[in-house]
């Protein structure tokens, strides 16, 4: 059981560039999340989708846009990275009983 | 709306000493509360959660409706409690889960 998986671990980006950071779970869960976190800041919600085809913005949705187009698979893009994006995203996902987290994207924009 | 405030970003315990991270939440209806844990480098994993009442590492949480509190509490802090922890908040029947902002507790050998 692969729980939720993000790709990719590590990433370096320079101002301007572009990306999208991938998340699946295998878990049948209809609520998925975008974090990022941020020394002293903690987990800020970026984008929420409590089902296939629906998201919502968060805390932080400036400069991201995400996409739910399935069930197990919810994709975060960075259109235009700026060094404020420096941070680790985290992916999640949700039922009735608990959530579960990826292992984190160490994004890094120079 | 839904909210869970953590009033301390910082907790610095003495290992032996108790600890006690605080957790107050906003929430008109009735609430499931969490509490997650990252210890460095991991990713977060539940900890504990107020329904099950048990006792997870030697914390415990008690759900205070009347003060909206969940504070997490530990008698004798070990230096492996070191971690960030996260208190959260989901409506009975609702999947979404609203985090706080998180406390980063050190414990001091």
């Known amino acids: 059981n692969a729980g939720v998986t993000q790709t990719p671990k590590f990433q370096v980006l320079k101002t301007g560039q572009s990306m999208t950071l991938q998340c699946a779970q295998d878990?049948?869960?209809?609520?998925m999340y975008w974090y990022r976190q941020d020394p002293g800041m903690g987990l800020r919600l970026i984008y929420y989708?409590?089902?296939?085809?629906?998201?919502d913005k968060g805390e932080v949705p400036n400069g991201y846009n995400v996409s739910r187009l399935n069930k197990r698979e919810f994709s975060l893009r960075l259109e235009s990275a700026a060094p404020s994006q420096t941070s680790v995203y985290f992916c999640?996902?949700?039922?009735?009983?608990?959530?579960?987290f990826g292992q984190g994207t160490r994004l890094t924009v120079v | 709306a839904q909210r869970v405030t953590q009033p301390e970003k910082l907790l610095s315990v003495f290992k032996g000493a108790p600890v006690e991270l605080k957790c107050n939440y906003s929430?008109?209806?009735?609430?499931?509360l969490f509490w997650y844990v990252q210890y460095s480098r991991q990713r977060l994993q539940l900890l504990l959660r107020?329904?099950s009442r048990e006792s997870i590492k030697g914390f415990t949480a008690d759900l205070n409706k009347g003060e909206t509190s969940f504070h997490l509490k530990k008698p004798f802090a070990q230096e492996e409690d070191s971690a960030m922890y996260y208190c959260?908040?989901?409506?009975?029947?609702?999947?979404?889960?609203?985090f706080g902002t998180g406390t980063r507790l050190t414990i001091i050998p």
């Open positions: 878990m049948n869960h209809n609520s």
């Open positions: 107020h329904i």
């Open positions: 959260a908040l989901r409506a009975l029947g609702n999947e979404k889960l609203t």
């Open positions: 999640a996902s949700s039922g009735l009983t608990e959530a579960f």
């Open positions: 929430y008109s209806g009735s609430p499931e």
């Open positions: 989708s409590a089902s296939e085809g629906t998201t």
